[in-house]
């Protein structure tokens, strides 16, 4: 009996004090600075712990960090450089050796496959899936990083699962009862509410800071958000700042639970999968959700996969073919806190969930960006590209022109043609070509 | 939390992959991570379709062929081993290997006469130590596509085949191959600088 009713006790300071220092101050959308005092430690921790492994390596041999270097060092002469050979610009047996060479370098080092692993840090962070190329130290550093174990099990996950559980139901719960309302001012704001609350929660669930910057271009309804893609967390990230209507297919289980809920409260655009393959239908809704200037910004993410948060890969052209003003918003995670990236392939949603819970925390920056529309002659492909661009100076990431979807697809003939050309012109082209060479 | 030379041990045999490559152990380590990184399903070799899958390989129009030199004699699985010792072919020569070189050991794998007989290959598909007119068309037909009609692919393929030839079999074997590339700085144009 002692020990239930001691157990009872633990539970119940337990949840007091959850909803004492973390509950309420969410709703209310006050901040008691526990978390702050968090941060600071932890960066003071980390910044030691880097000090410390830097005294340590000096010692030997300097070992470059294998993550801002390349394995190889590449050449990136175009075509016509690499091909030019003895003697004039006919084909010649040699030919294959840039090929072949190209081939090569792309197997031993290539930009995309590199993008859907997580980013390797330039010093470990006291954690242990982080550390791929670290050596021991000392006995310190090795005590700060069971210590750090200890906490990030023992105490911060138990407190995040339990606010995470509470964040959820609360938004089922509330949704559903929002829902309930006729249609009225007061039934928006209080979805409204009920959003906010619960992705405040959910993002001290997950121990997030963030900052936002220009908020003054924060979207507006009536328009569609764009963003580049890293996580499931990106949404939770955005709606915490502003409610969305977010774009999706309908799951099952408890994604489709909160997915119905969600709903009632407020016009959330989901598709049955199998709608999502037809285009126009896709594209019809979108734009009967824009055109009504009560409803909520529309939030897409046009690459269509996640993506390690290192760069912004191709954006799919169909979210800019709606037409609207588009909201282009950059998000970039401090890697050095926890690792956001969801390998969709390694790990599922479950232990990729742990895995950022029982990491120190989530950091990062949202940048909102001045709106853009298509302009006259610019084509959605075009729109996409420069859309691209802006996100990816914004949010200091580079850009790459391949497709996402090549984590799991092959890529397009178009490409291979492309090169195919490129040669051809050289070795069948007409005499003016091989005089401006020479 | 290991020592660096824990990582290295992780790689199956790792000292006489070093001793035939002659690759460093930081690059070793680092084409080991490659490996790994390649290897989608965890499964400890390669195969066909994880480097297909290699986007940059695939717009690549002598992709296929490049991938045929991993997989020689039909073989469906490529382990750590064979994935560096076709690499090694493109390591830059060094110059220490000429003057103390045991004439009683085999060749390195970066030699001159290894990476013209790499090239050689792509071209010879069916190993019969010649490259016919006919294989010579194939192999220009990959690298122009769609883009070059059949008699002007033909006109080359005979003109180089003819220029190379001396024996006037109509084929070009490995050794004509390499005296007609004797003046190419094969040394710098199949090297691959590996950071150390």
């Known amino acids: ?328 918003v950059a998000i970039k995670y401090n890697p050095q806190f926890g690792d956001a990236f969801w390998n969709s392939s390694k790990y599922n949603m479950v232990s990729y969930l742990l895995r950022v819970m029982t990491s120190w925390a989530i950091v990062c920056d949202v940048w909102y960006m001045p709106p853009m529309t298509r302009e006259e002659g610019e084509d959605a492909v075009q729109f996409a590209n420069r859309v691209k661009s802006a996100i990816a100076i914004q949010g200091g990431l580079t850009e790459l022109p391949w497709d996402g979807g090549l984590k799991r697809a092959k890529v397009k003939d178009t490409f291979k043609e492309q090169q195919q050309k490129n040669y051809s012109k050289m070795i069948v082209g007409n005499g003016s070509l091989n005089s401006e060479l020479d | 939390m290991g020592s660096r030379s824990s990582h290295a041990a992780r790689i199956p045999d790792v000292d006489s992959i070093q001793r035939e490559t002659g690759f460093s152990q930081a690059s070793l380590l680092r084409l080991y991570h490659r490996f790994r990184a390649l290897d989608r399903n965890d499964k400890g070799y390669l195969s066909r379709v994880d480097l297909q899958q290699i986007g940059a390989l695939a717009v690549n129009p002598l992709g296929d062929r490049i991938i045929d030199s991993f997989f020689p004699d039909g073989s469906l699985q490529l382990d750590f081993p064979g994935f560096v010792r076709v690499l090694a072919r493109f390591r830059p020569v060094d110059d220490g290997d000429h003057g103390n070189r045991d004439p009683k050991e085999p060749e390195p794998l970066n030699s001159r006469m290894n990476k013209l007989r790499f090239a050689f290959q792509l071209y010879d598909l069916d190993r019969d130590g010649k490259i016919s007119r006919h294989e010579m068309l194939q192999v220009l037909r990959l690298m122009v596509g769609v883009q070059v009609t059949e008699e002007q692919l033909e006109s080359i393929a005979d003109r180089t085949v003819q220029e190379a030839d001396e024996d006037g079999d109509g084929a070009v074997s490995f050794l004509e191959f390499a005296k007609s590339l004797e003046k190419m700085n094969i040394e710098q144009k199949m090297s691959i600088r590996f950071l150390k």
């Open chain 1, 1 to 328: 009996m002692d020990g239930a009713e001691l157990a009872g006790k633990i539970v119940y300071t337990w949840l007091t004090l959850v909803l004492g220092f973390i509950l309420l101050p969410s709703a209310f959308g006050v901040s008691l600075g526990i978390s702050e005092l968090y941060m600071k430690i932890l960066v003071k921790t980390l910044e030691w712990a880097t000090l410390r492994i830097e005294k340590g390596v000096s010692k030997e041999s300097v070992l470059k960090n294998s993550a801002s270097v390349g394995i190889i060092q590449r050449d990136e002469s175009p075509m016509e450089k690499g091909l030019s050979g003895l003697r004039g610009r006919d084909f010649e047996l040699s030919d294959v050796f840039y090929f072949s060479k190209k081939g090569l370098e792309a197997i031993v080092e290539d930009e995309v496959t590199q993008r859907f692993s997580s980013e390797e840090l330039v010093s470990w962070n006291l954690l242990t899936r982080t550390n791929v190329n670290f050596q021991y130290i000392s006995p310190k550093l090795t005590m700060v990083w069971v210590l750090g174990v200890i906490v990030r099990y023992c105490v911060l996950l138990p407190l995040r699962v339990t606010l995470a559980f509470i964040g959820i139901s609360f938004l089922v719960i509330g949704t559903t009862l929002v829902g309930q309302l006729p249609e009225s001012s007061l039934k928006n704001r209080l979805s409204e509410l009920v959003h906010l609350t619960c992705c405040r929660i959910c993002v001290r669930a997950l121990s997030g800071t963030i900052h936002y910057h220009n908020k003054q271009y924060r979207p507006q309804k009536g328009g569609i958000c764009v963003a580049n893609h890293t996580s499931p967390i990106d949404v939770l990230i955005l709606t915490t700042d502003g409610c969305y209507a977010m774009v999706g297919q309908v799951h099952g289980g408890l994604m489709g639970i909160i997915q119905r809920a969600m709903v009632k409260a407020c016009p959330h655009v989901w598709f049955e999968r199998s709608e999502m393959k037809d285009r126009h239908l896709v594209t019809k809704r979108l734009r009967e959700h824009i055109a009504d200037k009560k409803k909520l910004p529309i939030l897409i993410f046009p690459e269509g996969t996640c993506i390690n948060n290192t760069s912004v890969m191709m954006f799919k052209k169909g979210s800019f073919e709606i037409g609207g003003t588009i909201y282009p």
